[in-house]
């Protein structure tokens, strides 16, 4: 992606997700990578080994966190602790911006670890929008929220999920993290036309996108449960909106 306020002006190029089975490679092979996208969680914590790698790790790369647990969609307000934890992770790795899911998956202190579609109502944005704003101004770090698969709908909703990811950035004056193929597998699960979700998306406001695997069921599709499955939709979606 170009540089923009929602990335931090960086030009970091294209990165890959940090997972522990490619530890032990990454730090004997140093592969030629221009960054690692980390899941936050992991590493929210005091001690031990996974920041022992960690450390290791941001001697030779840079990280940009990747959070899966914030919520920003859950009716609650953001956990004190959690963002105090986060703030700390934060500072370990400088990371430029910070991103995480626009859903909701905790209910009274009870988390689902889940990312569940929220209902695209204007009450919704307003209130995901000012989680987004709380965060932001307490981790002092651009955040950018990313687009979720999903299985079902509301009756409820009041507009598209693309007219609704709009409704929350602008609110927020935030980033978008823009996963296409959150996107494709949607666009088979509820019927609508992918490129027209792409094309409603404001190219200033996005600061990363993820391009990743999908499986195909009898009735629906989902993501993250097999390898890259390249296709044109992925590819064409992605050069027409990396400026």
């Known amino acids: 992606m170009g540089a923009n306020r929602f990335n931090g002006f960086t030009g970091y190029g294209i990165g890959i997700g940090l997972r522990s089975p490619h530890y032990e490679h990454i730090l004997s092979r140093k ?7 980390i899941i936050s969680e992991n590493f929210m914590i005091d001690g031990g080994l996974p920041l022992h790698i960690l450390d290791q790790i941001l001697e030779q790369y840079k990280v940009v966190q ?3 647990s914030m919520y920003f969609g859950s009716a609650e307000k953001p956990d004190r602790e959690h963002l105090r934890r986060l703030k700390d992770l934060v500072k370990r790795t400088k990371t430029p911006w910070l991103s995480d899911h626009l859903c909701w998956g905790s209910v009274d202190g009870r988390y689902t ?7 695209y109502t204007f009450e919704a944005a307003r209130i995901t929008a000012q989680k987004v704003r709380e965060v932001r101004d307490f981790l002092e770090v651009p955040i950018a929220v990313e687009n979720v698969s999903s299985y079902a709908e509301y009756h409820v909703s009041e507009m598209t999920e693309w007219e609704f990811l709009n409704e929350v950035v602008e609110r927020a004056d935030c980033g978008i993290l823009l996963d296409v193929n959150n996107i494709y597998v949607s666009s088979r699960n509820h019927g609508f036309d992918p490129l027209t979700y792409v094309n409603s998306v404001p190219a200033e406001r996005v600061a990363q996108i993820h391009i990743v695997g999908h499986s195909k069921f009898e009735k629906y599709e989902e993501v993250h449960r097999e390898a890259l499955k390249a296709n044109r939709f992925l590819a064409d979606t992605t050069l027409g909106i990396a400026v």
């Open 66 to 68: 990747h959070g899966v």
């Open 113 to 119: 670890h889940d990312l569940l579609p929220m209902p």
């Open 31 to 37: 592969p030629v990578v221009d960054w690692f996208e």
